[in-house]
């Protein structure tokens, strides 16, 4: 009898699990984000962000008007309705203006107009030129006109950095030569602001100066390393000095209860879905100061609701995106350096009033640009917009034009390169 010869059992192939995509990281993100926006036509995002300022602009001039029919008299009312009607008109106006001009435009007048806002940063704490108001020396007078030079000043600083960081080149990745001394000449004026007292445009002002640094090309780790020591050095000697600051941060922090901060949760809770509806809150007469500017985005939570919230939200996420696309599509340096950072202290302040409305910063007086009430934050932010508006237009142009034709005589410059 022969022995079978057992055949080796065929191994038992398993399926193997699928393969999942690697994770992308928030620099690989943000990279893939910025090649979905890259286009080559300005003028598609700039035309969108003029309608999103109009939107804007219409929000706040309804949300004024209801705040104002419920809290004033009848011939306030008149005159209040008046003065936002003529203030967003100077802002449309404003824009416009600055469209024709553009940052290239202003570029030669920098250093000017920086030395211009340390003057005038400086005169607030004279009197009778300087106005103190709740104990902070932001307003200033000049023939009758009163505004705060801080809003202005982080527009013109933001491009002298821009500028300043074009003209350095490679420069701007050594520290010695280049981030410091840029550094500096944004620290003097956030200095001056804080000095004032305003943190929060002193942070701002601060955060939009290390952006456009960054965006510019210098090295994250000389970027970010004064930023994470500064900031923080910063917000100790305010915590320290000030003691309103100190309260506020208690305040965030749940150690003290501040009646303004819950009263405007409750309104926002209880707008719902739809709100109560236009001119209904309760707030506004029931311990929310500053409803109509510091804490606009609570009273449009309570009338609007939820549904008004996301709409001011959607606006403002438009607002980046096509900010974004508009930067990418700007060819000259400069001009999207410049349009980055006035696009960028924009969108930043008003993530920061949301976010204070939110509860997810600590109280701090931040205006939301194009709604709040405010003659000078709506001219500056106007004044913002416009100018990268009119940095599309010149990047639209010089596509539009033809190159002039060089004589075959005269070698170009590529020739002289390659030989």
Not at 4 to 32: I, M
Not at 270 to 285: C, E, P, Q, S
Request: overall charge positive.
């Amino acid at each position: 009898m022969t022995a079978s010869v057992q055949q080796p059992l065929a191994p038992v192939l398993t399926p193997r699990p699928a393969r999942r995509e690697r994770q992308l990281t928030f620099v690989e993100y943000a990279h893939a984000l910025t090649e979905r926006a890259r286009q080559l036509d300005p003028s598609g995002p700039a035309t969108a962000l003029l309608c999103i300022v109009l939107a804007l602009s219409a929000i706040g001039m309804v949300v004024q008007a209801s705040h104002a029919a419920t809290t004033l008299s009848q011939a306030q009312f008149y005159a209040e309705l008046s003065s936002q009607a003529w203030f967003r008109f100077a802002g449309v106006a404003t824009l416009l203006v600055a469209a024709r001009i553009s940052p290239a435009g202003l570029r030669p007048f920098l250093p000017a107009l920086w030395a211009l806002m340390i003057v005038l940063l400086v005169l607030v704490f004279v009197p009778p030129l300087g106005k103190a108001i709740n104990n902070s020396n932001r307003w200033l007078e000049l023939g009758g006109l009163s505004f705060q030079p801080s809003e202005v000043a982080r527009l013109f600083v933001v491009m002298f950095i821009a500028d300043r960081c074009v003209r350095l080149g490679e420069r701007v990745w050594d520290i010695r030569r280049g981030v410091a001394p840029t550094l500096a000449l944004g620290l003097l004026p956030a200095g001056l602001v804080l000095i004032e007292t305003d943190l929060g445009a002193a942070s701002l002002m601060l955060m939009a100066v290390f952006a456009t640094l960054w965006v510019a090309g210098a090295r994250t780790g000389h970027v970010f390393t004064p930023l994470l020591v500064f900031g923080p050095a910063m917000g100790i000697i305010a915590y320290v000095s000030l003691a309103y600051i100190r309260r506020r941060i208690e305040m965030f922090l749940g150690l003290t209860h501040n009646q303004q901060v819950a009263d405007s949760f409750a309104a926002i809770a209880g707008g719902d879905f739809l709100g109560v509806g236009l001119g209904r809150g309760l707030a506004r007469n029931q311990g929310v100061p500053y409803l109509e500017s510091d804490f606009v985005f609570a009273q449009i939570g309570e009338e609007f609701g939820l549904a008004g919230m996301l709409l001011v939200l959607a606006l403002w996420g438009a607002f980046l995106w096509n900010g974004l696309k508009l930067v990418l599509a700007i060819k000259d340096r400069f001009e999207a350096l410049a349009t980055f950072g006035l696009l960028f202290s924009t969108l930043l302040q008003a993530t920061l009033h949301i976010c204070v409305v939110a509860g997810l910063a600590p109280p701090k007086g931040m205006t939301l640009p194009f709604i709040s009430h405010g003659g000078t934050s709506l001219i500056a932010s106007s004044l913002a917009v416009g100018l990268a508006i009119g940095a599309a237009r010149r990047s639209r142009n010089a596509q539009l034009t033809p190159a002039p034709l060089e004589p075959s005589s005269r070698p170009s410059l590529s020739n002289s390169l390659v030989s």
